[in-house]
């Protein structure tokens, strides 16, 4: 397995086992994760939460011509996981937390949430079945605009430009970027999350128009791949139908803090619109896209509130103090797929000691 840093875009750079992974493993060894865990209960109540994207089996890393960082855990991973948080937690939803918070009822002694963003259709095909079996539900936030439209989000859709372009430099001239291309599939995904990081500190439109150029520069072909597809409604009305909740990461996965203050408000509200519309009220749960501390902000957190959203999560490491004292902030814990069980373990019991740092994510 690999390593517990975390690089400038809030994802593990994969090197050689490192600390976190080397001390859950001693503490594994040793037994001693339950009775911190316990202790830990004692002297503080808090709410876990977990945070994944997608669950793939990628066999072939160098075959995979698209984001690695994206993919949370394998199959056989998350089953291991989920079957250790339904033995050592209180699964709960985010209908039981808003009940506990808002109507005095209780929340189990060890409740935790398990949430995915962005909406990949292999949550569908292979999460929700894992789910379904061993009796669990999770919130699944997903941008509608993708769900409309079926196309994959324009991030990972640019490192997957980046991997398959017969181009040998990468020029954006509102960034001063001008490097050659790796020939390495690995050498350019890291470029590629070189570039991600400088491009979201740009607004919105130049993010879009900057990834459309590339596009039509590279001559790549649309937007459309089997490896890179959101899930349908359908699939969505199924998988809400049988526990799950669904909740809203915006219309197009644009970073809120960087939209005007009327389009940021327009995302916000349309992205509740649609999915009552398709899914049926209520929607109550927003998951800011990116969810880095520079994604949202006061006016973000305010248009809402506003929309009528009762709840948000960033994508800020931490767990949330019950009760919970932000409603509009919730830290979540990020799954990422070099965890081996013992990491995992070790991350639900001490996240102070065993969580990855997060500054900015990936997607």
């Avoid at 509740?272 to 749960?285: A, H, N, Q, S, W």
């Amino acid at each position: 397995m690999t390593t517990e840093a975390a690089n400038d875009f809030g994802r593990a750079v994969p090197q050689r086992p490192g600390k976190r992974q080397r001390l859950a493993a001693f503490c594994s060894a040793v037994g001693v994760l339950p009775g911190l865990t316990s202790l830990r209960r004692i002297l503080r109540k808090d709410l876990r939460i977990l945070a994944y994207h997608r669950v793939l089996n990628i066999s072939d890393p160098d075959a995979f011509a698209f984001d690695l960082n994206e993919v949370s855990a394998s199959p056989e991973q998350f089953r291991q996981q989920m079957e250790l948080v339904k033995r050592h937690y209180d699964p709960v939803s985010f209908r039981e937390l808003i009940a506990a918070i808002e109507g005095g009822q209780p929340l189990p002694p060890r409740p935790l949430i398990v949430t995915f963003d962005d909406g990949y259709d292999d949550n569908y095909h292979i999460a929700f079945p894992i789910l379904r079996e061993l009796g669990l539900s999770a919130m699944f936030f997903v941008s509608t605009g993708h769900i409309d439209s079926g196309m994959p989000y324009a991030y990972d859709w640019l490192v997957h430009m980046l991997c398959r372009t017969r181009a040998t430099r990468l020029k954006v001239a509102e960034l001063a970027f001008d490097k050659a291309l790796p020939a390495t599939l690995a050498g350019r995904r890291e470029l590629g999350k070189e570039l991600l990081f400088h491009l979201k500190g740009l607004d919105a439109a130049t993010q879009a128009a900057i990834i459309a150029r590339l596009g039509d520069d590279w001559g790549m072909p649309p937007a459309r791949h089997p490896q890179c597809r959101p899930m349908t409604w359908d699939q969505l009305r199924e998988m809400r139908a049988a526990g799950m909740e669904v909740g809203s990461h915006g219309v197009d996965h644009n970073i809120l803090a960087k939209l005007s203050p009327a389009a940021m408000a327009a995302e916000v509200r349309q992205s509740m619109r649609t999915l009552e519309r398709e899914l049926g009220p209520p929607i109550e749960v927003l998951s800011y896209p990116v969810g880095g501390p520079d994604s949202y902000n006061e006016q973000v957190i305010e248009a809402a509130r506003e929309a009528g959203f009762r709840m948000a999560c960033n994508y800020v490491t931490g767990v949330n103090r019950l009760p919970v004292p932000a409603h509009y902030e919730l830290q979540r814990l990020s799954v990422e797929s070099e965890m081996d069980i013992d990491w995992f373990a070790a991350m639900t019991s001490l996240p102070e000691v065993f969580a990855h740092p997060k500054r900015v994510r990936a997607g």
